[in-house]
C-alpha cells in the first residue's frame, strides 16, 4: 500500500471510529430487554444458555423454563442447576407425535405458572424461556397472557426466548431478535445427534 493509501485508509477508519463512539455514546439507555433467537438453524438453545451463564458470570440471578425437553438429558443443566439456577421442566414428556393435548396443555400451564412468578420478582435478573415458541403456535399456552406477564416484568429484568416461528406479538415486544439460518447440519448427512455438541 502506498502512503497516500495508508493515509487515506487511515482517515476513513478514524471517521468510522468517530460514528461509532458518538452512537456508543447515544445509547444511555439502560434496562431489561427481551432477546428472541430463532429460525430453522441450530445454536438457539445454546445461545440462549450461553447468555444465561454469561450473566450468572456477572452474579445475576437467572432462571430457565424448558418447556419441551424435560425428559431429556441438559448439559447446561448439568452445570447451571449447580450453580443454583432453577429449572422448570414440562414433567409429562411432551413428544411431537403426542395425542394428549389437554395433559400437554397441563403441563404447559405448570411450567408457566412456575415461569410466572419469576417474571413478576424483581430479585430475578433473567428468565429463559426455552422452546416457548411451540406453547403458543400449538396453542397449549395464550398469548395474550404470556405477553402480558413479559410486559409487567420488573424493569431491570431480561427475557431470552428460544424456538422457531417465533409468534408475530413476541417479536413486535422484543427488543432484539435474532434469525438463525440453516446452512447445513450434519443431520442431513445421516449422523445423529451427539452428546456435548446437540443437547
Ligand atoms: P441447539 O440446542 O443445538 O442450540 P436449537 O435450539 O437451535 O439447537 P432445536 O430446534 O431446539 O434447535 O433442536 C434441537 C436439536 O435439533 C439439536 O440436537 C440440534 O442439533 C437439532 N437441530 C437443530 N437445527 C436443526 C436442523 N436444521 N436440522 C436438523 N437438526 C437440527
Ligand atoms: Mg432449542
Redesign the pocket.
Known amino acids: 500500500m502506498s502512503q497516500r493509501d495508508q493515509d487515506k485508509h487511515k482517515a476513513r477508519q478514524q471517521r468510522l471510529k468517530e460514528v461509532v463512539d458518538a452512537k456508543v455514546a447515544e445509547a444511555q439507555v439502560e434496562r431489561g430487554l427481551v432477546l428472541v433467537l430463532t429460525g430453522?438453524?441450530?445454536?438457539?438453545?445454546?445461545?440462549g444458555f450461553g447468555t444465561v451463564l454469561r450473566a450468572v458470570g456477572h452474579g445475576l440471578n437467572c432462571a430457565v423454563a424448558q418447556f419441551i425437553k424435560g425428559e431429556w438429558p441438559c448439559g447446561e443443566r448439568n452445570v447451571l442447576e449447580k450453580l443454583g439456577v432453577p429449572f422448570h421442566i414440562m414433567k409429562t414428556g411432551f413428544t411431537w407425535n403426542t395425542q394428549d393435548r389437554e395433559g400437554d396443555t397441563r403441563a404447559a400451564e405448570a411450567v408457566w405458572a412456575a415461569v410466572a412468578q419469576d417474571l413478576a420478582n424483581p430479585a430475578v435478573d433473567m428468565v429463559l424461556l426455552d422452546?416457548l415458541t411451540y406453547m403458543l403456535s400449538l396453542h397449549y399456552l395464550d398469548v395474550d397472557t404470556v405477553v402480558a406477564a413479559i410486559e409487567a416484568r420488573p424493569e431491570h429484568q431480561h427475557v431470552v426466548i428460544?424456538?422457531?416461528n417465533c409468534h408475530r406479538r413476541l417479536l413486535e415486544l422484543a427488543d432484539t431478535v435474532s434469525e438463525?439460518a440453516?446452512v447445513k447440519?450434519a443431520?442431513?448427512a445421516g449422523i445423529k445427534?451427539q452428546q456435548g455438541l446437540?443437547?
Open positions: 430453522n438453524g441450530k445454536g438457539k438453545s445454546t445461545a422452546e428460544t424456538g422457531r438463525i440453516p447440519h443431520f442431513e445427534a446437540d443437547w
